[in-house]
């Protein structure tokens, strides 16, 4: 069970202090949104950015990218220190070409799809990577409501993840609170990542262990 807060929410003005914070706070990865202005309307962070986060945390950098053709870009961003980058299947052409750069840069490789494209696109490329996303809002925004249809792709992946028999992680991304973690735990994620439900809190260690101990709640079950 990992938390990985997404730093679209967090205080720019102070994000040195705001990764500590989380940092002590219990997250396992910061979830750093880039996106490009194309493939989401949104424009946020670049690697010159990355490249500050680095030197500001011990914590692994969970790098998704929201931009069109990301083949161009691995490169600056591995270099950049990202530990792990995940790329959208609608973004490029060449997914098990932009795949096998990121595992080339010595980085985990992760795919990631939107709310409405179907998990069968994951299924010649699963076995190639680290890490699924299923966005459960359409990128571009922090703060957005969770769709609940995403527990049902959430579902599938697991079962597919299952099937390969190899330790991929699965994340789920967009709307996740404290009170919808079980419902994500359930359905089969095992990173959750949340920027408002994070960032808009006032003390990250009650959120983070709080969101931890809901989605093991369930877990424990199993
Ligand atoms: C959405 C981003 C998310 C977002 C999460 O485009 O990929 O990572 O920042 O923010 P919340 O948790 O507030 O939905
Ligand atoms: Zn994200």
Redesign the pocket.
Known sequence: MKISP?I??ADFTRLGKELSDIEAAGADYV?V?V?DGHF?P?ITIGPFVVEAVRKATALPLDV?L?IDEPEKYVSDFAKAGSDIITVHVEATKHLHKVVQSIKDHGKKAGVSINPATPVNTLENIINDVDLVLI??????????G?IQSSLKKIEAVRRMIEETGKPIELEV?????ISNMKEAARAGADVF????????TKDYKATIEAMKKEALSVRAKV
Do not use: A, T
């Open positions: 997404s679209l929410s979830h949104d996106m989401v949104n998704h929201m966005m459960s809002v359409n990128p571009g925004w922090s703060g957005q969770f991304d967009g709307g996740i609170k990542v949340s920027g408002s439900g994070v960032f808009g």
